[in-house]
């Protein structure tokens, strides 16, 4: 993990351990993660119904001769942005099959106001969050690119919670990340199925405060969820990119535990 291995606080919450490790246009990303396969990839806009409403979601793929495993990405409490397209745009470029939902698609998509955009996530019913998390799993499993066997689980802040919360709902998930995203009651953490991994920052007290007992709770239920506290970075870290070689290793260690998770 490179010269600040040392410092960098590695969790399994059995005990503390060591780190484990379409169409569309043609995009790359020249200033995201160091994870650069040769394939192209493809990304396009998607509509699909989830009950009477439609929901959008940026789609992104690799091109490459067999079906990938997916990967659902929950966007931030400001909604859809750059970094959350950048992000599923990277996750194909690393051999997946990548869908984020706009989950503010029933209010009309998200809008240019971030302070209107938390507003309205805030007003988010968690049931309408985990039936438009179906309604995307449901979509991006019938795709003829996709094994469906093998579909995981990625957010951010915000959307790090709902990725937690939507392992507790969705058993047939293999796979769930959370980056520096709140867990969810430990009861409902006994009904997880999927392997987890959790990424935080040193200076993200608020979270941080919650990882004991998320730490407890699923020692309780007998699942393992390493995680990784990463030195000297804040709150949101892979967005803002705030030590680019932090936020590479972090990004490095998702996608290597996806490859393991899904079989990539």
């Known amino acids: 993990m490179g010269g600040n291995a040392k410092r960098w606080k590695v969790g399994r919450l059995e005990g503390w351990t060591a780190a484990m490790l ?19 990839i493809h990304s396009e806009y998607v509509k699909y119904l989830s009950g009477k409403d439609t929901i959008t979601a940026y789609l992104a793929y690799p091109e490459r001769p067999q079906p990938a495993p997916a990967v659902i990405v929950i966007h931030e409490i400001f909604g859809m942005s750059d970094f959350v397209r950048q992000t599923t745009e990277q996750l194909a470029k690393d ?29 988010l019913s968690p049931d309408t969050v985990t039936a438009d998390l179906n309604a995307t799993k449901d979509y991006v499993k019938k795709l003829k690119a996709v094994r469906s066997d093998a579909i995981g689980v990625i957010g951010f802040c915000w959307g790090g919670g709902q990725s937690f ?45 919650g ?53 990539s």
């Open 95 to 123: 051999g997946f099959v990548a869908i984020a939902p706009d989950l503010l698609s029933r209010r009309g998509g998200t809008p240019a106001s971030q302070d209107s955009a938390r507003k309205l996530i805030a007003g």
């Open 22 to 40: 379409g169409l569309g246009a043609i995009v790359s990303l020249s200033n995201f993660p160091t994870v650069q396969p040769s394939a192209d």
């Open 165 to 209: 919360r939507y392992a507790t709902n969705a058993t047939d998930l293999k796979a769930f990340v959370v980056c520096y995203g709140p867990a969810p009651s430990a009861a409902d953490m006994a009904r997880i199925r999927a392997n987890g991994l959790g990424v935080y920052a040193e200076n993200d007290a608020r979270i941080d405060a």
């Open 211 to 263: 990882l004991s007992d998320a730490a407890a709770a699923m020692r309780a239920a007998g699942k393992a969820y390493p995680y990784t506290i990463y030195p000297g970075v804040g709150h949101g870290f892979l967005r803002s990119r705030e030590k680019p070689e932090v936020a590479d290793s972090a990004w490095n260690a998702v996608v290597s535990f996806f490859r393991a998770q899904l079989k």
